[in-house]
């Protein structure tokens, strides 16, 4: 089981704000829609962990996820769709270890779950043990998706005070993702619900699909922005048609790849080789997750990044 009093610690070192999820929090979980509500009590009740802690654990992908996400397509019409999982930025540094305290702690907790119904595959996904939304997943031969954070203003922070004040008319985008994936049957039935559903934070929806030219970037605030690829669609954390971030642009070099793998060269194998250049890879990097929708495939692989290494 997971105890989140070192997350909780990085901000408060007292430790007094792990209190305070411990007596606040819980009041919120039956705020959540169903059937995130049940599976966080279960969650807390089977693994012994306080239920605030669980209700902290399934909402902080709102404010803290950092990501790199391809989606390219061979010569042969094949698509692959590769994703960096980052998380853990300034919550907590190891000087002696050389990493970042909470993106170790979350390895352990990756998990590939296969999520059925009537015996049958619905989708599949690389997920944290604990967590019940979704961040990286496909459904087999028809689409795959992951979600990166896009920073803002009017960011995850706003979108759950307003909820906890009592506005809830916006969806959880982890929980988002999991409806679509477990809901819709089709690539353009995905992109519709992930562009038109009002959503508590900002976000980049990154989706493939099982056709030609089938790969898109959909940039989420209040509002839709849908950004169409050639080749290939890449995503980090900032707009596309804005510069990075000097400090973190993991955009230009995963982009350089890219051209220099070039299409006819695209695979998992080349996808994976892109996603492990550093400063894609970085000290945050917890997993590496491939997937190949004709096929029906998902592959992850926790990382770790030799020095030297970017901390981001």
């Not at 089709?186 to 980049?204: D, G, I, N, R, V």
Request: glycine share 6%; hydrophobic share 40%; with cysteine.
């Amino acid at each position: 089981c997971l105890s989140l009093a070192p997350l909780s610690n990085a901000f408060v070192p007292s430790g007094k704000l792990i209190e305070l999820v411990d007596i606040t929090l819980p009041l919120m979980v039956n705020t959540l829609p169903y059937p995130f509500n049940e599976e966080i009590k279960g969650i807390s009740t089977d693994s012994g962990v306080p239920l605030g802690e669980v209700v902290l654990f399934n909402i902080f992908y709102e404010v803290f996820t950092v990501c790199t996400s391809i989606v390219a397509e061979d010569n042969k019409g094949n698509l692959v769709h590769g994703r960096n999982l980052d998380f853990g930025l300034f919550l907590g540094w190891d000087v002696k270890n050389k990493s970042w305290t909470i993106s170790e702690k979350l390895k352990p907790l990756v998990v590939n779950l296969d999520f059925k119904r009537k015996n049958q595959t619905v989708f599949k996904s690389t997920n944290f043990a604990g967590y019940v939304g979704m961040l990286t997943g496909i459904k087999p031969h028809t689409f795959t998706l992951t979600m990166n954070e896009r920073f803002s203003l009017d960011g995850g922070y706003i979108g759950i005070l307003e909820w906890i004040m009592g506005q809830r008319d916006g969806m959880w985008m982890s929980f988002l993702t999991r409806s679509v994936l477990e809901n819709a049957n089709s690539y353009e039935e995905a992109k519709k619900h992930l562009a038109q559903t009002k959503m508590l934070a900002p976000a980049y929806f990154i989706l493939g699909g099982n056709q030609t030219q089938q790969g898109c970037i959909i940039t989420r605030s209040r509002e839709i922005d849908l950004k169409l690829g050639r080749w290939y669609v890449l995503e980090t954390n900032y707009d596309h048609w804005e510069e990075p971030f000097f400090l973190d642009d993991r955009r230009t070099p995963a982009m350089k790849c890219m051209n220099q793998t070039t299409q006819a060269n695209m695979s998992l194998k080349t996808m994976y080789d892109v996603l492990s250049t550093k400063p894609v890879l970085n000290k945050l990097t917890t997993y590496t997750t491939l997937m190949q929708v004709s096929e029906g495939k998902l592959e992850s692989y926790i990382r770790d990044c030799p020095d030297p290494c970017m901390p981001w």
